[in-house]
Every structure is written in C-alpha cells, then in structure tokens.
C-alpha cells in the first residue's frame, strides 16, 4: 500500500458523526482526506489542495446551497469539471436526483441504504478505470 | 202493540157482554109452571061444582096453554143472549188458541227454545227446540230440574244458579245469563237465558219460564271479533311504535352533522336535512324538487360517475371520497359521498345519500403522510451513522472484536438493515398515499428482474431449502414499466413466498400473458392466510396472526404498497389462500404497460 499514490477524496458532508466514520474507513482504505460541510467550504478546499481525485457529496448541506449547486460550480469549472463525484444522501428527491445524473456525477446512493465499503469499492473501481 | 193471547180472549168475550136474564127465566119459569098446574088442579076440583062445569077441561087446558105460553116466551127472550155469549166464548177461545200458536211458532221460528220450571214440584219443561238445541231426540220433555243442572258446564253452573236465586229473590230485576250447556255428545254450547216469574199475589214466585237461545255462533262471532280487535290494538300499536321510530329517525336524520338527501330514482330531491342545506347553500325550498344533479361539478372526474351508475344499477351501495361538489356560490368542496338504495323486490325506490366534505380531513391526512415521510428522512441520518459505525466495527478497521462481540455487533447491523427496510416501507406508503412517486416506465425484461429478485433471495432460499419452479414460457420478452415497481412487486411476493413456507417447500413463479394483461403468479405450498383475515391482507401494517407467531420480522406494509403500484398502473391483484395449504398470488396489468408520471420521489 506505501507504493500506491494515495488518492485523495473530498467530503461534503453536514453531519459530523457520519463525516467522522467516513473519514475512518477512507484513511483505512488508503485515501487522503478533505473534509467540508458547506458548499462554500467545499470549493475552498478544491481550491487549497493540490489535487482532488474524487468527490464524496451529500445533497443536504449546511448553509443555503445544496449538492446540485456545488455539482454546477464544479462542473463549470475547467479543472475540476473531470473529478468524479459520488452523491450520496438520504433526502434527495427524485427530480433532484434526476438533475444530479443530467449534471454527468457519476452515481447517485441512498445513504442509508449502502455499507461505506461497498461505495468505497465503486469509487476505487472508477479511479482505477481512470488510470 | 201485540197483545197477548190470553188479554185478545178476554176482550172479546168483554166485547160480547153478559148475557143477562138467565137467572130470573131460573126462577120464575119454575113458579109460572108451579102457579099453571096449581090454576089447572083448583080448576079441576072448582069448576066442576058450578055452572060452568061444562068449561072446565077448555079452562083447565087454556090455562096449562098459558102457563106453556108464558115460560116458552120466558126462555125465547132470554136464550139468544147466551147463544150470542156461547159463540163469543167460542171465539175468544179460538182467538186465544191461534195467538198462543202464533207465539209458538214464532218460537219455533226463531230458533229460540222454551222451558217452564216448577218450582213448587222442582218439575221441569223443556221444548223439543231445547233439546234438539243440545243434541237430543226432537220432542219435549219433562224432567227433575237436576237434568238441566248437570249439563251446565261446571265453570258456569255457580254464577247460574246465583243468578236465578238473585231473581226469584227480586234482587235483580231480571233473569239473563249466558253459560255453557253440555250436549249429548260431550261438547258445550254457550246459550243464553231469558226468563220470567209466575208470582202469587204474595210475590212468591211459583213458576219460572223462559227461552233458551243457542249463541254459540255469537260467540264464536264474539271471539272472532275480540281476536280481530286484538289483532287491531297490537297492529295500532306497532303502527304508534313505527311512527315514533320515523319520528326518531327523522331527529336523528334531522340532527345530523352528516348533509344527508333523499331522491327519487330519477334523481329529484325529496328531503334533505339542515345540515344538507348549510353544506351546500340551498335552502330546503330551493334543492326540494331539483335534481341532485345541481351539486355536480366539472371537477369530478368522469370514471367517478361511471363507477357510481354501475354500483346503484345493480342495487349496491356506493361510496367514493373523490367526489367533488359545487356549491349555490359556486365554491367547490371535496366530499365523501355514500349512495344507499332504498330498494323494495326489484324496484329502486329512493335513494340516500350521505354526504360530507373532507377538504380538511384530507388536508389533515395529507399533513400527517408528509410528517411520515419527513420524519422517515430524518431518520435515515442516525440509521446511516449506526449502519455505518457497526460496520467499521465488523471491519476491524479498529481492532478484532471478540466472538461475544462480534455477534452483539452484527445484531445491531442486521437490527439497523430492519429499520432501514421499514423506512424505506414507510416512505415508499407515504409517496403512494400522497401521489407523489413517479412512474417512469421503460422496455424492461420481466424476467430479469424477477432473476434479479430470486438472485437476492438465494441465500434464504438455499437456509430452508426450498425449491423454485419457473414457469416462463409465455413470458413476453419486455415489457413497457418502470423497473423498480416491477422489483417491488416481484420482491414483496417472492419474499413472502420465502418468508411465510417451512423449509423444503415449494415456490413457483409464472410469468405471462392472460387476455390483454401481463399475469404475474407466485404460489406457495406454505403457511397460508386465515380465512377470517382474507380481507385485511392489504392494509397498511397488518401482518396475519399465524405468521406474526412464526416471524418476528416484516413490515406489514409490503402488501400494501404492492396493491398501490399494481392499482396506480391500472391493474388488479387477487389471491387465494387456504391456512396450511399456501397461498397464490395473482398480478394483471395492462399489457400496453405504465403510463408515465411525474413526480417528486421514486419509490425505493
């Protein structure tokens, strides 16, 4: 694992014990971490880091803007446009997740309804397939 | 006025008057005949001694023609007087005979029997009438009174005999009384009585007569007609009871918060209550005589009416919460209308309708489905922290756990996965509820989904190692729906199937093409629904009692949400079941497949 580049992942995500737990299992999984909760915080960090591999999103998020909004900037942004992001949530509805996928992220998860190892895996498999 | 025999005879002889002379012809006519043959003996002995000797038998026989002369005209003037008296008697005896038979035969006539009672030899007389009356040989009869003491009947034989001693007592004015008689053959007969005294000038009585007269068809009469009034009195009173009901009926009806009309088959309104008028704005004296058809609005859909005819042409009750009604202002309201036809043999002869609006009530329970969806996505959060921790915990990310602990972890995970399950149940109820899930059909393979769906189920499949028989044959190669409704079907039955059947038992799922409908079976050889529960297979959280006992898991929402897709994609389900002996679903929907639509979730 020390001769894998890490890859590094940014989390959006407005609850802390579910960031917490997520970060835990990434860092095992041998991800680098970023972590925000608003959507303004989000861009900072895709700012500041040097480079991101993948996004992890959630659609509720603090402050006024939600997922789709931050999906837009990124999107609309030359060197970010490429990341791939991963929208998970527990309360998105289904025209909001119907604009998450025209918006070209990668895959939309129920959260609740998926173990972290198994969209960790999907995640690993796309990085890979981008290698 | 009728007079009687007797008096008729006495008139006519008073009529006739005394004959008179009869007693003085009794006594002269012997002087006369004494004083002639007194003069004719002197004669004889005198004359003969004097000159007119010669003259004595002219004188003697002169004299005797005198005498003869004399009493013979005596007895002519006085003897017509008693012939003229003779044939007066003569006709008053007649007279008096023919109005004695007149009365004996009006007696007769009438049926009326005669009786005379000697009180001083207790001798009694009894007309032939009585006792063909009582069933004997048709003469009369003389008899101790006893033979008519006995036959009283034994009830009535005291108030009889009281009755005739009160009279002869004079301490009623009158002897008359009915009472049962026993004739000949046993049987009674009511008669009654009427009789008078033969007093002396004392007033001790001495004789007692009377009719007997046979009233038994009277009484029969009589009893026919008490019966009858009886009949009348109870009927009278059930009327009063019926009328007081109507009266409570039409309180309550009156009183009722529910708008409640009554109309002809031909839809003319014939009553409606307070409530009725406050609901819909028309007074009673402007929606009597209309057709309820003036509620009607534009905003009902037409299947509604449709489903109505169809329900009250044949004479069933129909009820609908889709309705929408218009009002006098022209204001709208949502109501729950129930049509009951008042029906007698074939012919419809009212109808009632009850009507409310539910505006609010649906307003209420649309709040409280969206606080249900809006506290299942809250609880979505700490079900995906606890999902989540667990399975760090499991994936020793942290450190081995031990045996003990390991197990308590992977109780809470699979507790968890059970929550999730029935929030996504709930979500899925309140989407449906709402109306707001989407459908979004697409060419899909039933059978692959139905694959898909045993693929998930294999684990539980191979623990209680049950078989599953495919019967695809007919199965259309796709099929116009969208994929996760058609999963939510084959899910709910499938799993069921799995759920409810004992280990080795036997599933099978048949996909095909039954007239214009795309057939969905799954049959079981398992536990079976209870008959009793047949109708509440389909209601929200209910779980039949036999399989709650032997699986603690499950929602009670499954069947629920499967009835819902199935009925929003135009389709029907239906089933059979016996307890024991397993359980057949059966899925149609329209083979043209799911018409799309819009909404803000998609069913999980």
């Not at chain 1, 999984?29 to 991101?52: D, P, R």
């Not at chain 1, 999906?71 to 060197?79: A, D, G, L, S, T």
Request: charged fraction near 25%; glycine fraction near 6%; hydrophobic fraction near 40%.
């Amino acid at each position: 694992m020390a001769e894998k580049q890490k890859h590094t992942i940014l989390i959006l995500e407005d609850d802390q014990p579910l960031t917490r737990a997520l970060s835990d299992a990434l860092v095992k999984n041998g991800f680098a971490v970023v972590t925000a909760a608003t959507v303004e915080g989000g861009i900072k960090k895709l700012e500041h880091t040097k480079h991101i591999d993948v996004i992890w999103l959630d659609h509720y998020l603090l402050g006024t803007e939600n997922g789709i909004d931050f999906v837009v900037k990124v999107k609309n942004h030359p060197e970010w446009k490429s990341i791939p992001i991963f929208v998970v949530s527990n309360t998105a509805s289904a025209p909001s997740i119907r604009s998450y996928l025209e918006l070209g992220v990668s895959n939309f998860y129920t959260k609740s309804d998926y173990d972290m190892t198994q969209i960790i895996s999907d995640i690993e498999a796309t990085l890979e397939k981008e290698e | 006025m009728e007079q009687e025999p007797l008096q008729v005879g006495k008139r006519i002889l008073k009529e006739g008057g005394s004959p008179r002379g009869g007693k003085l012809l009794l006594f002269f006519a012997p002087l006369v005949l004494l004083l002639g043959s007194g003069g004719v003996t002197w004669l004889a002995y005198w004359l003969p001694q004097t000159a007119f000797a010669d003259w004595t038998i002219v004188s003697m026989v002169s004299l005797a023609l005198l005498d003869a002369v004399v009493v013979m005209t005596m007895i002519f003037s006085t003897l017509p007087a008693y012939i003229h008296f003779a044939k007066k008697g003569e006709e008053a005896i007649v007279a008096t005979a023919s109005g004695k038979e007149r009365y004996v035969n009006a007696l007769e006539g009438s049926g009326l029997g005669f009786w005379e009672y000697d009180l001083e030899t207790g001798e009694a007389f009894f007309s032939a009438r009585i006792m063909t009356m009582l069933g004997y040989p048709d003469h009369d009869k003389i008899d101790k009174i006893n033979f008519w003491y006995d036959s009283i009947h034994p009830e009535d034989a005291p108030g009889v005999k009281r009755e005739m001693e009160y009279y002869l007592d004079r301490r009623t004015p009158e002897y008359s009384i009915e009472y049962r008689l026993r004739r000949a053959n046993g049987e009674y007969l009511w008669v009654l009585d009427r009789g008078k005294a033969l007093r002396d000038p004392s007033g001790k009585p001495l004789k007692l007569s009377g009719i007997t007269e046979d009233v038994s068809n009277v009484k029969r009469v009589q009893e026919v007609l008490e019966a009858r009034t009886n009949e009348l009195e109870s009927a009278k009173n059930i009327i009063e009871e019926e009328v007081q009901n109507v009266r409570k009926f039409q309180k309550a009806v009156d009183s009722s918060t529910e708008a409640v009309s009554i109309t002809r088959p031909d839809g003319t309104i014939i009553y409606v209550n307070p409530a009725w008028t406050v609901l819909n704005g028309y007074s009673n004296e402007e929606a009597l005589g209309r057709n309820s058809r003036l509620l009607k609005s534009i905003e009902t859909k037409p299947e509604i009416f449709i489903a109505m005819w169809e329900k009250l042409t044949a004479k069933l009750t129909f009820r609908t919460e889709d309705i929408v009604n218009k009002r006098k202002d022209n204001t709208t309201y949502l109501a729950e209308l129930s049509i009951f036809p008042i029906t007698e043999g074939e012919q419809t002869l009212f109808y009632v309708s009850i009507c409310q609006d539910i505006s609010l009530r649906k307003e209420i329970d649309r709040a409280k489905t969206e606080f249900v969806s809006l506290a299942s996505h809250q609880l979505r959060t700490p079900l995906s922290a606890i999902r989540w921790y667990s399975e760090m915990l499991l994936s020793k990310y942290v450190g081995e756990l031990n045996e003990k602990q390991r197990q308590y972890v992977k109780e809470i995970y699979a507790g968890n996965l059970r929550m999730v399950d029935l929030v996504n149940a709930l979500l899925n109820v309140s989407r449906l509820d709402l109306g707001t899930f989407a459908i979004e059909p697409e060419e899909v393979s039933p059978i692959q989904i139905c694959e898909s769906v045993l693929t998930e189920l294999n684990p539980q499949l191979i623990e209680k190692k049950q078989t599953v028989e495919r019967v695809f044959a007919k199965a259309p190669a796709t099929y116009l729906a969208d994929p996760k409704l058609v999963r939510i079907v084959f899910q709910n039955l499938l799993s069921n199937s799995v759920k409810y059947t004992q280990s080795g038992g036997a599933i099978a799922v048949e996909i095909g093409i039954k007239g214009n409908a795309l057939h969905i079976r799954v049959t079981d050889n398992g536990y079976g629904i209870p008959k009793s529960q047949h109708g509440k297979i389909f209601q929200k959280l209910f779980r039949a009692d036999n399989v709650r006992q032997k699986d603690t898991e499950g929602t009670g929402l499954g069947m629920y949400i499967v009835k819902a897709i199935v009925e929003f994609a135009g389709g029907q389900i239906s089933f059979e079941s016996e307890e024991n002996h397993g359980t057949t679903f059966h899925v149609l929907l329209p083979l043209s497949g799911m018409v799309k639509k819009t909404g803000t979730r998609g069913l999980v």
